[in-house]
């Protein structure tokens, strides 16, 4: 019967199924004190100007390091955090650290960078969100685009005319509202064209499925184009490679972040590459030596 010839395999799924609602479990009921005992961190990854040929920025990436589990991947907790409600405030959490670390590179008198952060779909629909973006850099007392708000690319169908409402409140305010994973699915051109944004950012497919070859003429360039003329700015992320970089220079990207400048880190560590490559970019070795 078919019951006998795959009993075996629903009982294996049933398994698994219950093994990843324990899993979730587990997660949900140590997150609150997780964020209370400082477990969770905000490391940085530079993004590079093409043009200025210097450090032009840097992407905040939560990273939680558990006591007795590790590090765990944010790919994990992160859709979770979106379904139990806790990302509003761990992103909270993150925006205050990130313009912390502003605060404090601006008070050593460091250029003025910007830091680009993720803003969930579950943070974007709140109706106070602009108020308390707003309260937060003034807490510190920075100017909005010092805070590049990074929105990925799936939130903007949920409900379009709300978020375009919102985008342009927050850009009135002064903030850069990037649309991350541009590419990676579910937006439109119809979309990109009423959406009030400031950047798109490529989903790291794009850069990472495509050969040299493609990479220079295909549907990459045609974005790049098309971004051009809607005078929005684009941000290439994952590029790995040398190769990847310099294709993109040639069909115009103007922002680029991935492994092949730097993995993410600590904002100790990113401070001293603030110190290399923000002041003296052409003398320091390393990755950016030969680009700069
Ligand atoms: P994302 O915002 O698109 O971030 C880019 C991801 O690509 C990061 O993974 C980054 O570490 C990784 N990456 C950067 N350069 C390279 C490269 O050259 N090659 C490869 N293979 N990967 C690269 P991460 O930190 O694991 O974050 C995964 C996703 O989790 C993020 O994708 C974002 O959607 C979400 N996320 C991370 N931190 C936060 C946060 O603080 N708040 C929210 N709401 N979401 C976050
Ligand atoms: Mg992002
Ligand atoms: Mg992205
Ligand atoms: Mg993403």
């Not at 990436?61 to 006591?67: D, I, K």
């Not at 761990?90 to 605060?103: G, I, P, S, T, Y």
């Not at 490679?241 to 993995?263: K, N, P, S």
């Not at 923000?278 to 003398?283: F, G, H, K, M, T």
Request: net charge negative; glycine share 8%; with cysteine.
């Amino acid at each position: 019967s078919i019951k006998g010839q795959y009993g075996k395999h629903f009982a294996a799924y049933d398994d698994n199924l219950r093994r990843g609602l324990l899993r979730r479990q587990a997660i949900t009921d140590v997150m609150e004190d997780a964020l209370a005992e400082g477990q969770f961190e905000i490391y940085l990854q530079p993004k590079y100007s093409i043009r200025d040929e210097k450090l032009a920025g840097a992407e905040a990436l939560v990273r939680w390091n558990h006591p007795e589990w590790g590090m765990q991947s944010p790919a994990e907790f992160i859709p979770l955090f979106e379904q139990n409600g806790f990302i509003t405030k761990l992103d909270q959490f993150v925006w205050n650290r990130a313009c912390a670390c502003l605060r404090e590179w601006d008070d050593k008198g460091y250029p003025p960078i910007s830091i680009s952060v993720n803003v969930s779909r579950a943070d974007i629909y709140q109706a106070d969100i602009t108020d308390l973006l707003a309260k937060t850099v003034k807490r510190y007392g920075l100017s909005p685009e010092r805070l590049h708000l990074e929105i990925t690319e799936s939130a903007y169908t949920e409900n379009p005319e709300q978020l375009i409402q919102t985008v342009g409140d927050l850009r009135d305010l002064g903030f850069v509202v990037e649309m991350d994973d541009f590419g990676s699915g579910y937006s439109s051109l119809n979309m990109i064209s009423k959406m009030p944004i400031d950047v798109l950012k490529l989903d790291m497919k794009f850069i990472q499925n495509e050969t040299a070859k493609r990479l220079k003429g295909g549907i990459l360039r045609f974005i790049i184009d098309l971004a051009r003329w809607m005078k929005l700015s684009v941000v290439a992320e994952g590029v790995e490679t040398r190769e990847q970089l310099e294709r993109l220079r040639e069909i115009g990207c103007d922002y680029v972040q991935g492994y092949y400048f730097a993995r993410p880190s600590p904002c100790g560590e990113f401070e001293q590459m603030l110190q290399r490559w923000q002041w003296r970019p052409e003398r320091e070795a390393g990755p950016l030596d030969g680009v700069c």
